[in-house]
């Protein structure tokens, strides 16, 4: 492109008019400015970048359904490398629904044997304190926290929470009229969109990954762009 006040030193006629042509000494390289839908990718990337550089946590939860009455039945946390820090089967207060269990494959018989949450509780105040604590749908896994601490008496610790869905569905840029916010896309249908595996999809730990997995891809998309959706990826 010319640099600003250069002559033209000529004029090509293409088409439906004539341009003006110039001197490659007096042009400058063109610089393409990012649009709204970039920048508004660069920070779904620079935020990612926060929380790993925080070493932020990521938790996944399974749980006796959806409910207010619901709780926990298996829970997983692993640090920002994919360690885990807490990965165990919990024992609800109540059988789990057949319906929980044609989802995430847990049985009563499964945790049978596995600890209360009670027995658990301290250890996971322990591991969160002064940790970000980042899920895919944050609010669900702090509320069934929630429903937990209380369904044993216990008190929950405050927690410092970011949601892995909110930050892809930003990303993604799919935007619903009707609820006038970013698409939430599920989390199998994120993780293909990425190109990770999705194997074990509905358990704690591997839904764990997942979600970490999201988190990684998003904080090396630094430049915003968009790369081409893989064939069939989130169908």
């Not at 042009?27 to 400015?33: F, H, N, P, S």
């Not at 789990?96 to 009563?108: L, M, N, S, W």
């Not at 997942?210 to 990826?233: D, E, I, S, W």
Request: overall charge neutral; some cysteine.
């Amino acid at each position: 492109m010319p640099k600003p006040g250069a002559i033209p030193g000529g004029t090509v006629w293409q088409g439906r008019g004539a341009y003006p042509v110039y001197d490659p000494a007096d042009c400058i390289a063109w610089i393409r400015e990012p649009g709204p839908a970039q920048l508004r990718r660069q920070a779904v990337a620079a935020r990612a970048q926060e929380l790993i550089k925080a070493d932020c946590l990521v938790l996944d939860l399974e749980t006796t359904g959806v409910g207010a009455g619901d709780e926990i039945c298996e829970i997983t946390i692993l640090d920002a490398t994919g360690v885990p820090m807490l990965d165990t089967l919990i024992r609800p207060t109540r059988p789990i629904p057949a319906e929980a269990t044609a989802i995430h494959r847990i049985t009563d018989d499964m945790v049978a044997f596995a600890p209360t949450w009670a027995e658990v509780a301290e250890q996971y105040a322990l591991i969160v304190e002064g940790r970000t604590v980042v899920a895919y749908n944050a609010d669900f896994d702090e509320r069934l926290l929630l429903q937990t601490h209380r369904l044993h008496n216990l008190v929950a610790p405050s927690l410092s929470k970011a949601c892995v869905m909110r930050l892809y569905a930003s990303w993604n840029g799919e935007w619903d009229r009707g609820r006038e916010r970013w698409v939430w896309r599920k989390l199998i249908d994120a993780a293909a969109e990425c190109g990770l595996e999705q194997k074990g999809a509905h358990r704690a730990h591997a839904d764990a990954q997942m979600a970490l997995g999201v988190l990684l891809y998003l904080q090396q998309r630094t430049n915003g762009r968009k790369p081409r959706r893989l064939p069939g990826a989130g169908r």
